[in-house]
């Protein structure tokens, strides 16, 4: 009796499973597996956040490839031209969503969250239903789980405020000064930011794009030269141009009124940070109310909208990892890996239109056996900025590398502990301190504006080789701190020389990049990468500390793209080498050491 039962159990399971498949059609491949899973633990009524990919972008794709006017502006067009071809400004990943698409979509009574020309997809909140009604549309390849994250109440940083600080309108550089620094002194002077702007670098000229969670106090007079020279906004979780709380809506932040202080603030006597004469545009991404999630679109809708504007640099302070330890919904530290988050891909792709992304390593700590990084800090492109205190030493709270594929993370620091920043909370005019990576990062990408400001020609990677060289753990660089503690005027001097030298100007560099080798130092391989941008002779030879040639790594022709190849140091004593790469007419060197 009980067989009989429990076979009419299962023909009923199996008539059900028919009916299913009947009902939303045999197009159940398109969906990813952790969507699946997830479908398996929601109520018909619930909805989930989906990414829906298309197979295409229409029927005009060549016409907008040869009319970038149409979707860029000027001023982003003429930055791409510092990495890309002359004849190749844009690609395939800029051309904007399909419109006729979304329409249909929407005409389906499904309401659009974001959309990403770079990914060629669309963030929607789905029933079950909805989704496999999309899933047999012909022109949806895909749908996908976005992933999100829930911050920690516990954070370093969304702890409760600190009191009030008194300004010292008397503490001044023991040196003589253009500028009185007040109480952030000794977070400019930690980086050696001072003698830049002696010397009159303050990040003149260049864009900044700063995403965090809520402004809530733009009025406060440390953002008085920022608001002098104008900036954009725009809300990204509410959909509206006013980046400040407002009754009623999510993200009521203030995390982004203290890292704006730190990247672009000024007020003399009070807080002074490295980039106070750059431009900015602000996009409210992230809600860090703890009981709310944040979701990953948020991040990939401002960095395009960012690169459109023709922003230089994106300061990043939130980082995306577990929301609920082993959940399918959420990453983790082994995703880590650089190719595998879709918020690092879209990172990477920033990058490769020419935008500096500055993320913080996270606030995870440190593990002895893995990685804590938070995404997009993992990306190969992505500079990754962890925290020191003012003793130099890394902070307690900052997150530690390596990458799950063997890269150095974070890849230079600069402090966060105690940092001076604006009082949030509209109205106050005060000063108080704040501790975390989200505080090392803004001064970062401050510093890299500084130096932008002295070499405008620069491509982002050459930023960030010049961060990591002059700072003050280049010869030994390491999971904790990575590069080590950055040096502005050291940077800035080199970024000066690059212009003057004649032999590494970034026109002539528009041929070839050259990556610095990792790991190094390293014992007994190592790995240099470089990217050729057209066919050509390449030469690659490495010598030792006296000019005497080691050996010839390459010697040939070879095609455009990445290329990387493998040094074996046997035989080889510890020591200096450098590597030499020549392409055509142009010649670039790097340091590198053999610690046995």
């Not at 709310?292 to 401002?302: F, K, L, P, R």
Request: a neutral charge.
């Amino acid at each position: 009796m009980k067989n009989k039962k429990y076979i009419l159990i299962l023909s009923l399971i199996t008539i059900f499973l028919s009916v299913q498949g009947f009902e939303y059609g045999s197009n159940q491949n398109k969906l990813s597996k952790i969507l699946k899973e997830e479908i398996g633990i929601k109520t018909e009524s619930e909805k989930i956040l989906t990414w829906v990919s298309f197979i295409d972008k229409g029927n005009n794709v060549s016409f907008l490839l040869n009319h970038p006017e149409i979707y860029l502006t000027g001023r982003s067009i003429e930055r791409r031209k510092k990495v890309k071809p002359q004849n190749v400004i844009t690609d395939y990943s800029d051309l904007p969503v399909y419109y006729e698409y979304i329409s249909d979509i929407r005409n389906s009574g499904i309401e659009l969250k974001q959309k990403s020309k770079w990914f060629n997809r669309i963030s929607c909140y789905l029933t079950k239903e909805q989704i496999f009604l999309l899933a047999n549309k012909n022109y949806v390849s895909s749908l996908d789980l976005v992933k999100r994250l829930r911050k920690n109440e516990d954070d370093i940083e969304f702890s409760k405020s600190a009191p009030e600080i008194v300004t010292d309108n008397n503490l001044i550089n023991n040196e003589i000064s253009s500028y009185n620094y007040g109480n952030s002194l000794t977070q400019m002077q930690l980086i050696n930011c001072v003698t830049a702007h002696d010397s009159g670098y303050a990040g003149q000229g260049v864009l900044i794009a700063s995403f965090d969670a809520g402004f809530d106090n733009l009025s406060h007079p440390v953002f008085d030269s920022i608001e002098s020279r104008g900036f954009r906004t725009y809300d990204f979780v509410n959909h509206d141009t006013n980046v400040a709380n407002q009754n009623g809506q999510m993200g009521q932040g203030s995390h982004g009124t203290q890292t704006l202080s730190l990247v672009g603030g000024f007020k003399s006597g009070s807080l002074i940070s490295p980039a106070f004469k750059s431009r900015y545009i602000l996009a409210k991404t992230e809600n860090t109310d703890s009981e709310t999630t944040i979701e990953e679109d948020n991040w990939i809708a401002a960095a395009e909208w960012a690169d459109s504007l023709g922003a230089d640099i994106i300061t990043s302070s939130l980082g995306y990892i577990d929301m609920d330890p082993g959940s399918i919904r959420t990453y983790d530290w082994t995703w880590m890996n650089g190719d595998s988050c879709v918020i690092t891909i879209g990172a990477d792709l920033a990058v490769n239109k020419g935008i500096i992304v500055c993320n913080s390593a996270g606030n995870e700590g440190y593990h002895s056996t893995h990685n804590t990084l938070g995404a997009p800090s993992d990306g190969d492109s992505v500079f990754c900025i962890g925290s020191v205190n003012t003793n130099k030493n890394r902070s307690s709270f900052s997150s530690v590398g390596l990458s799950v594929d063997g890269r150095i993370k974070p890849d230079v620091c600069a402090m966060g502990n105690g940092n001076t920043v604006a009082m949030p909370g509209s109205g106050n005019t005060g000063y108080t301190t704040g501790s975390g990576t989200s505080f090392s990062c803004p001064m970062t990408a401050g510093v890299c504006a500084v130096i932008l400001s002295a070499n405008y020609n620069l491509t982002p990677m050459q930023v960030m080789n010049l961060l990591r060289q002059t700072a003050d753990s280049s010869f030994a660089p390491n999971r904790r701190r990575g590069w080590g503690l950055i040096n502005c005027w050291e940077a800035l001097k080199q970024a000066l020389l690059i212009t003057s030298a004649g032999n590494n100007v970034a026109g002539q560099m528009e041929s070839f990049s050259l990556s610095q080798n990792y790991p190094n130092p390293f014992n007994p391989t190592t790995v240099i990468s470089y990217t050729l941008k057209e066919k050509g002779l390449v030469n690659l030879i490495v010598y030792d500390a006296l000019g005497k040639e080691v050996e010839i790594i390459i010697n040939d022709n070879l095609e455009a793209g990445r290329h990387e190849a493998v040094f074996n140091s046997k035989g080889l004593s510890s020591g200096i080498y450098f590597y030499k790469l020549t392409f055509g007419n142009v010649s670039v060197t790097k340091k590198m050491m053999i610690v046995r």
